[in-house]
């Protein structure tokens, strides 16, 4: 049975309770329908578990790991200084290129280059180059390219403001 739970200093997260891979005990508890607080003996901890979900919301929540489309995200922060941290989603695996540009077009640093699995990822660009020199104030354009195993590439661009 699947049940949504919460540890009590984690986000929310998906359990299936099993007795005999994770014994828990039930501490206290109200009836059926809401929230229960259960200890689990194996991890040391207190989880709140609301009551079990039905399977439609069982499946929708394997799936929200998994982003069904790509994106790329605003950095944040911007403007920043010193660094800043870019998140892009993707929905499948692909080989994916991160670079950083200057308004002229040239290229200013790879961030990332490599292949990446479907999911929610980020990077953090710290102003410097490619040769590891600090580069000026200014607006700086981040390009995300994303090759998927069948070869068609996607593309997608954002603007970001260093300030020394």
Not at 22 to 40: R, S, T, W, Y
Not at 124 to 136: M, S
Request: aromatic content about 12%; charged content about 20%; proline content about 7%.
């Amino acid at each position: 049975v699947g049940y949504f739970a919460k540890h009590v200093d984690m986000q929310p997260t998906l359990l299936n309770y099993n007795p005999d891979a994770c014994p828990i005990k039930l501490e206290i508890g109200n009836d059926v329908g809401e929230e229960i607080a259960v200890f689990n003996e194996r991890f040391g901890r207190w989880v709140i578990m609301g009551p079990p979900l039905p399977r439609h919301d069982l499946q929708s929540m394997k799936n929200y790991s998994v982003p069904q489309n790509f994106a790329l995200f605003q950095n944040y922060p911007n403007p920043f200084n010193p660094q800043t941290q870019i998140a892009f989603n993707l929905p499948e695996r692909c080989h994916v290129v991160i670079s950083v540009y200057n308004l002229t077009g040239k290229l200013i640093k790879i961030l990332y280059n490599a292949q990446t699995d479907a999911g929610k990822h980020q990077v953090v660009w710290n102003g410097l180059d490619n040769t590891g020199r600090t580069v000026a104030s200014g607006i700086y354009i981040y390009k995300l390219t994303a090759t998927n195993e069948k070869g068609k590439q996607f593309n997608f661009y954002k603007k970001m403001m260093l300030l020394r």
